[in-house]
Every structure is written in C-alpha cells, then in structure tokens.
C-alpha cells in the first residue's frame, strides 16, 4: 500500500552487489519471506552495511542478561522517540513475535510508561530513553536504579549500546526516507501469520 | 491481552448509570460489537460524559470540507504527539478503515512528514502540530499555506478544533491511564475483519 | 482600547442565533454587564457553543473539594503557560473577585512558584502544569503527592479535567486570536468596582 | 495584600546604607510615592546595587531611537518570557503610563503577538526574544528584518542590550525571590491614579 | 588566524575615547600584554562599558567564599550553555592559569558533569546552571542541597550574580559578534606561556 | 592532570586481547605516540570494537567529496551539541591539524554559526546539526540548500552518516564516561607539536 520509494537513495541490483553482502540478503529474504528494506537501501554503501550488520548482531543476538523481547523494547521504545517508521514497524513486529503479545509494540512506541509493564522493563526503558535524549547526565545514580532490577554492569552496558546503535539507525532512516516493507505492519498480530 | 485496568478511576456498572448515557454507551457496542473504553471510563463523570460526546459529534460527525479519513488523521498526529495510547490506537483503527488502507495509521503516528501523505494532507498536518504545540503563533501566515490546498477559512476552524479537543482527550487519558481495548490494535489491518 | 477585532471569524449577529444561545448570552449580559467576548466568537458554531459551555459549567460551576478560588488559578497558571491572553485576563479577574486579592492573578500567571501561595496551593498547580504539560508521564507518585493536602482522587480528577479544558480553550483562542474584554482588565483590582 | 518578604536576603536599614546609596533611594522615594523593592533588595549589596542602576540608567534613560514606550515594551514581553514578576508588574505599570493605556502591559506579558501591536513593535520584540532566547543564532538577517522597520544599528544595539540587562535583572530577582511592591499592580490603569 | 572582525559595530580609536576608559584599557594591555577585544567592542558605548565593568569587578574582583578559580568555573560552564565563544575562550584561559590545570576548562565547557569536578564544584555549577536556565524554579531546596558544601548564603548570592552577569555578557557578545583575542586561545596551555 | 578513570568499565590488558585488536591498538600507538582511551575503552567489547573502527575507517578514511578538515568539523560541532568532551577534545585536535588552524577547533565547538566559517562549512553543519537533533524533519529543502554550495547527494549520505555514527559514539563516551587523554589537548595548538 505504500508507494514511495524504499530510499532517497538508488537501490542496487542484487546481482551487481559484493558476494558476501548478497549472500546475507538472499539469506535474509529465505528465512523472512521477503527481503527488509533497510538491506536493500544500505547496500548502496557496501562498507557502511558491513559495519552497520556486525554492529547490529554483536549487540541483538549474542548472549546477554537481556531477553531478546527487552531488546526489541528498548528499540521500539527509543525509535519512536526519534520518529523513525521503520525500526519502530520493523522491530515492532519482531517484538510482538518476541513477546508472543500482539499489542505490546503499539504500546511502548506511544507511551511506554502507561502501557502495563513491569517495573523491571520500566526501568530499563527509562535508562535507554535518558541514555537517547540526555546521555550528559547519565552517572551512578543510574546504576544505583538499575542493578536492583537485577540487571548487571554488562546487562547495562547493553541498554546503552542498543540504544545508541539504533540512535544512528534512526538517523540514517529519517535522513534517507527509508521505509518500511509493507509485510512488517501485521507480523505478530494474528495467529493465522504464525 | 492487556492486563491494566481500563482506567485508574472506578467503572460504573452499566445499570447504574443514567439512561441517555447507558444508551448510547449500548448503542455502541451494538454498532462497534464491544464498547470503547473511554466511554465506560468518563461514565465516572456523567455531565462530562455528555460535553465530551457532544463536542466529539459536533467535530467528528458533522458535514466539513475534511474527509472523514482526514479529520482521524488530525487525530492519530497530534495524539501521538501527546503519547496519548488510547487515541493513537482507537483512532488509528478508524483511519485504517476510513482510508481504507492498512498502514497508514502507523505511518502518520510514528512520523507524518515521512508518511508519503499529498501535499494537501502534509500541510493538513502541519497546521494541527502548529495548533497542538504552539498555537500562540498562528497567524495569517498560515491561512496562505493552507487555502491554496484546498482548505476554507471554515475548514481550518475544523482543523483547529479537532486537535484542540483530541488535546483535551489526550491529556484526560493519560491524566487516567485509560487503556484502549484489544479490539482496536488489529481492525482495519486485514480483509477478513471488516 | 484595544481595537483589535473580538476573533478572527464572523461574530454572529444576536437575533440570528438558536433561541438557547441567544438567551444564554443575554443571560450572562444581565449578570456581568457585558458580553464576554468568547461568547460571541463560539457563537460562530452553535454546537460547539453547547458542547464547550456544558463542559465548562460540568467543571467549574459544580460542588468540588476545590474552592471556585482554587478552580480559577488553575485556568490562570496553565493559560498563561499556554499564552492564552483571553484566558488570563477573565479568569484573573474571577480569581481576583473569588479570592478578593487584587494582585493574585498577575502573580499566578507570570510564577506561580514565587507568588507566596500555600503549599496546598502550590502543589496543585505543579500538579496542573504536568497535566498541561507533560501528561503522559502522570502516574501514582502525583496522588501521592497531593493527598496529604487535602486532595481526594475526585478532586484530582477535578484540577485535571479543568487544566485539559481550557487547554483545548487556550489553544481555540490562540488560533482565532479571540480578545478579551477591556473590562475584564480592572475587575476585582479596585474596591469601588465591586 | 502580598505578604511575602520583599526578598530572600537581608534589606538594610536605610540609615546604615552608603550616603549616595540612601540619596538615590530617597529621590525615588519622593518622585513615586514609595521606594519600589529592588532598591531595598540590591542594597544589600552596594557595588552591584551602583553598577546596576547605572546600567539601567545608561539604557533606559538616555536618548534613543526607541520610544520609553517601546523600551518599556521589550522590559514586560522578555521578562514574562523568564516568568520574572517584579519586572513584569513594574514595569508593566510603567508601560501602561508612558504608553497612556491601560491594557497593554498585559497583552504584551502573555502574548505579544496576539496583542495588536503595530509591525514595527511586532518586529522589534521577535528580535528581543531572539537575544533573550537564542542569541547565538543572532545574524545579518536579523538586521534586515529590523531596518525596514526604520530601525538603526544603534536602536538594534539598544534593542539587545536592554535584553541582556533585564536578563540578569530577571535572574537575580528569581534567584533571590524579590516581590514587587502592591502599588504597582494598579498603577496606569485608572485616570484617577495619575 | 581568526580572520573576521572584533565586532559588527565599530571599535572606536583609542585616543577618541573618553579618559577613564582609555586608561582602563591601557592598563589591561599593560596587564596582560594586549587588549582583549571586549575593552574594544564595549566602548562603543561608553556609559554602558563603564557600568559593565563596574559589575564585573563588583563580582570578579572581590573577596568572596568563592576562589578565583570557582568563579571562573561558573563563567566557562554558563557561558558555554549560552553558546558565547568570547566567554568561554578568555574566561577558560584564565580558568587554566588560576586553577593551574592545562585541561579543565575544556573538560568544564563541554560537559561539566563528567569533568572529574569535585562534588562542591560540581554542586556549584548545577546551581549556576539553574540560575542560568531555570531561575523561575529557584527555591530553599537549593540553599539544601549547596549549604552542606561549605557555601553561605552570601556564596550562593556570588554564584548566582556571576552567572546573571555573564548571561547579559554572553547575549551581547552573540548579538554583536564579537570574537576572543587569538592569544587567549593558548594560555595557561604550556608551562613556557607563564 | 585528569585523574579520573579512562572507563566506568574495565580496561583489559592489552596482552589479552585478540590478535587482530591487539595490533589495531599497537599500530595506532606508533603513530599517535600514545593510545587514544576510546580503543582501551571499547576493548572491552570485542565485536562491538571491531564494529566500531570498521564503521569509523568507512567514513572517515575513505575518498570523499568533503575534505579531512571537513568531516573532523562535522564530529566537533556535532560532539559538542551531544556535551562529549572526549569527542570534542579527540577530534578537535585532529580538526586543528588537518586544517592548520590552531583555533579552529574551539571556535566550532562552542558556536560554530559565529566562527568565521565559509557559506559552504555553515551550511555542512547546518545540515548535520538538524540530522542530530532533528533528522525526522529532513526533507528536499535540505538538498537544495546543500547542492549550491558544490555538495552531492554523495557527499551529504557523508555528512549525515559521519553525524549518526558519532552521535552513536556520543551516547556510549558519555553512559561510560570515558575521558580523553591529556595529550589531545594541545595538540595542533602550537607549531613546536608538530
């Protein structure tokens, strides 16, 4: 339904892109069904995706005190904070499939603090939302707030580096009018897409 | 699957409650197949009840040079930007339905200006964020942006009116944590609900 | 002395308005001596006329744990973060008459914090500038703060619901660039107008 | 009616105060009808109390292209702007009186560009706000802006300089928590007080 | 290498200038080696140059709880707030000198809280900051939170007059343009500059 | 003269690191003389570290239309608006040597709208200034503002990417408090340094 382009930018032909980089996307496109737009408009820089994806994986799916659901929080709550359609649509629906919960994504991009979470995730979101909009003034009373929700200095370290990762997602995407495949609006919401 | 209640304040029973109000709130859910929660949450207060749905019909049900889709536009903008769940979420439904288009409402909540809208809809919105955050400086620069798009000085009145009266709604439900029920997050996103 | 139009919209004249409406404003004549300005220019949309002073008198003529004094600081403190001139200037003078303090008003609306108001008082007007300005982050820490002056949770509900009201005021004003009264401006400043 | 002490610090006895000190506090005297508390707050430190009436002096007193109207004008609007109420009832009263109208100071204390100004004092109090506000982006268009508006270098400079001047007066007087003295409130608005 | 002009007014020639100013200047160029610019860009105005540095002196110059140093700390941490170029450089090459440390006025310029500061120095600088930004809110809480730090009353006075002062310097440094002698940039940078 | 930690986290020894971090951090050594605190910091996190300087190498080191000053000018004025002194402190050293101006550097950082600056470099950092604070508002309008100044969409993809990977490096500096080491400091400042 929508029909801007997927960039500002020009998109590559897969064919004419580096091998390793239209391997990850055809990688990509076999396990989702379909290849998510934010591969496609950042192949136009092929060293920048490089970096931008290992910066990504060594942050969302290496091991950690975080559950992959809080991850995908901490995204969705900071990306809608800085207006950003896509990672607020494209993580949302990894979100509502994290969580197995088909409403949490709507709530934490609109108001994280009135959408019924647990005083753990609350906590966490709050830091991710100081270290996104006043990192100046992040100090040890932070620490003090967050260790007693059980999360450790690593744990804290990930809330931060998520957090300024996607900071410069966010970015990118508003500058170059990224947007979002259509497919990620309704994943997570019904049964039946499972 | 959102646990909260419905809103920090008591819901009447339904039997409790004075006639006109219990029938409208019945009449619909017999139009919508469940009731919207902020009817049940301002039931606390029956004559604000009746001004509120007054003002809403007389915005949002009247005759206007906006297009139904138009005025839940207004609405899903500037709720979003008072993080204002409720309406995002039950007037973000409606827009998918008036416009019947399935992304829309996630797209002019996160960030209109990327949203892929006309130029009419862009200045549309414009206007309303103008209104709704900093209404001290409207003045006749902006009736020149808007009356070559097609809007009447009467057309901006409804504009204005809108956002004034969803800034209104807004700060009541996060004032009360309202929640919007689950019904909303998925209607208007896939063929088979309508 | 101001020559400024009353709105930026038509003013209706008297005769041609709905009975209900007519007779309203020339009740309201009777008891002020004149016609404050917001009448006329609502008039312009009868409906909204209707809606907008039901919820007015929901609010501000009923039995409340707040006093009509309190009531009109709340107008006063969050118009003037609103820069609602027409909103300063008439409820200033009602809260000049209400309190029978004829320097409260301007103290209210330039800072509230170093007008020597009673903590009670105080506290709900920091309560009034979050709803106004910071809605979504409302929550059980403000009940907290405001019980032990006195304020139950329906008087809460009551500093909330007149601060979202004439915000949606505020901003209908600001848009239309209503005026208010000359007269307004003197009343409750001298004992010999009372 | 204000109850408060006129300032947070000590106010010296007259009589212990530096004799040129005590003279200029005692011309005041006998030209108001009364000693307007700054005097008596600033006095409690004598260099800074000589240095400041010294620069008020040298910008509100000498000869200017800009009216004492128009100097009074820019004291009320960039003074509400720092919410500083001893300048703003001060010298709104002194603008009512040098301006020979009644209503103005506070038009211009809630919303200058609401109040009916001409453009020449609309475009002068824009830039006044700039200094006031976000005097780092201050550049040549701002002097193009001003100078159709029959403005010179030296109207611009003093322009800015009474800005900056009564930024620090609004600071100090926040910071030390001075009241403005009950006569001024009703100065300028009724015949019989001049 | 700093190539634009003093200042967008015009710097008078020294022997055109009144005797008091003339001398003030050239014993400053005697001081210091040469003459800071805002001697230059100031008396264009003589009056208000006479005053400005009255109140500097009246606050710089004095006895005071504060040492030179903390003094000069709250000048480079508001005046970098406010954006004044001049400010920071002159003022953070006399910061280096008193303090007898090459790096802490870039360290306090950029971001004070992470400085490595002391708890009084930085309890200093978040009160100067509020005195700076958000003099409305300024309360007993403050006089709390800065007493136990060994700051009287009259210290907090001190604080609270330097960052009011600079504030007026800062928006006409910005509203002029006026630019710092190359040679502040260096000083107290390497040992051979003393 | 800086006492306080490099990290919040730990620093591992360099001996027990990965080979390729290791020599990352050995060959840096031999050309700068020291080891810049960021790569100690970062090497806590291997991957993210590798990551990192893939990204950092991919803009900063690569063919570009804007020249080595330019970018460095991107990160200062960008760093500064973010409060992060090791960033402003790292590259404001780097910016003074590749453009051989000693005062460059400060200049930028604190108002960069008042540094002296060509048409070109203000409206570079225009545009990065309104990606870091404001990228949900980048539209059309920027390219034509950028283009006559002899920009390409190429070259703005580089300012804009430069502005969100160091707004990314902002955040983590500022959660970790890491601190820049004292050699930046006067680096490019005197002619002796190199």
């Not at 607020?88 to 994280?112: M, Q, S």
């Not at 995730?121 to 003090?144: H, P």
Request: proline share 5%.
């Amino acid at each position: 339904m929508s029909t801007s382009p997927i960039s500002r930018y020009p998109i590559p032909e897969l064919d004419t892109l580096p091998d390793d980089i239209r391997e990850r996307i055809l990688g990509v496109q076999e396990k989702a069904g379909f290849i998510p737009n934010v591969f496609l408009a950042l192949a136009h820089r092929p060293d920048e995706f490089r970096a931008f994806f290992a910066y990504h994986d060594a942050l969302m799916e290496k091991e950690s005190g975080l559950t992959l659901a809080e991850r995908e929080m901490i995204v969705v709550a900071t990306s809608s904070a800085n207006n950003c359609e896509y990672c607020v649509v494209a993580h949302g629906a990894v979100l509502r499939i994290r969580a197995k919960n088909a409403t949490i994504a709507d709530r934490v991009a609109i108001n994280y603090r009135k959408a019924g979470l647990t005083p753990r995730e609350t906590a966490m979101l709050d830091f991710a939302m100081k270290v996104s909009q006043d990192a100046r003034n992040v100090d040890e009373s932070d620490y003090e707030q967050l260790h007693p929700h059980g999360f450790s200095d690593e744990d804290i370290w990930d809330i931060a580096a998520i957090t300024a990762f996607f900071g410069l997602s966010n970015r990118m995407v508003n500058f170059a009018s990224m947007r979002p495949n259509d497919e990620f609006y309704l994943m997570g919401r019904v049964p039946a897409q499972r």
